[in-house]
């Protein structure tokens, strides 16, 4: 019997070539959720990422895609602060924007892809989530400057 080696990834169940910390694995699945809702191709972002996992950022970044490398990285101090697991949510579905959908930074104060926002505001992102998902996945404003 043939059996092939090219991975079929399907959206529910997380793909088997990819490491996902603990902390992060709901998260995730929930992007992925959003995505089949949407009907994103992931077939790439599967094949060129392996792990997304929890580590120490150098500066101040809060998280990072070292896409060459295959590689989400959120900063393990969100864990420390305000509301981690809405603030590490957040902070992965930004990278994978980046990421996977190729997605840049936006300068709409309110966005998933704003490069900017204090933990101040994680209350007025967690209310308004759904409306953030819609625009996140849907069209967005590009900053000028970029
Ligand atoms: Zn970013």
Same mark, same amino acid.
């Given at each position: ?26 998260? +995730?699945?929930?992007?992925?959720? *959003?995505?089949?809702?949407? /009907?994103?191709? $992931?077939?790439? !972002?599967?094949?060129?990422? %392996? ?24 900063? +393990?101090?969100?864990?420390?602060? *305000?509301?981690?697991?809405? /603030?590490?949510? $957040?902070?992965? !579905?930004?990278?994978?924007? %980046? ?48």
């Amino acid at each position: 019997m043939f059996i092939s080696g090219h991975q079929i990834s399907t959206y529910n169940s997380l793909p088997q070539n990819q490491y996902v910390h603990p902390l992060l694995k709901e998260a +995730y699945k929930d992007w992925r959720k *959003e995505c089949k809702k949407r /009907n994103v191709d $992931l077939f790439w !972002f599967d094949k060129n990422v %392996h792990t997304i996992s929890i580590g120490i950022l150098p500066g101040n970044k809060i998280g990072y895609c070292y896409i060459h490398e295959g590689i989400i990285i959120i900063d +393990y101090y969100l864990l420390l602060g *305000e509301d981690p697991f809405f /603030n590490t949510k $957040l902070t992965l !579905f930004h990278e994978l924007g %980046h990421c996977a959908l190729n997605k840049r930074h936006t300068c709409s104060k309110l966005a998933i892809m704003n490069p900017e926002r204090s933990s101040k505001q994680l209350p007025l992102y967690k209310m308004s989530w759904k409306f953030l998902l819609d625009d996140y996945f849907g069209y967005e404003s590009i900053c000028p400057e970029e």
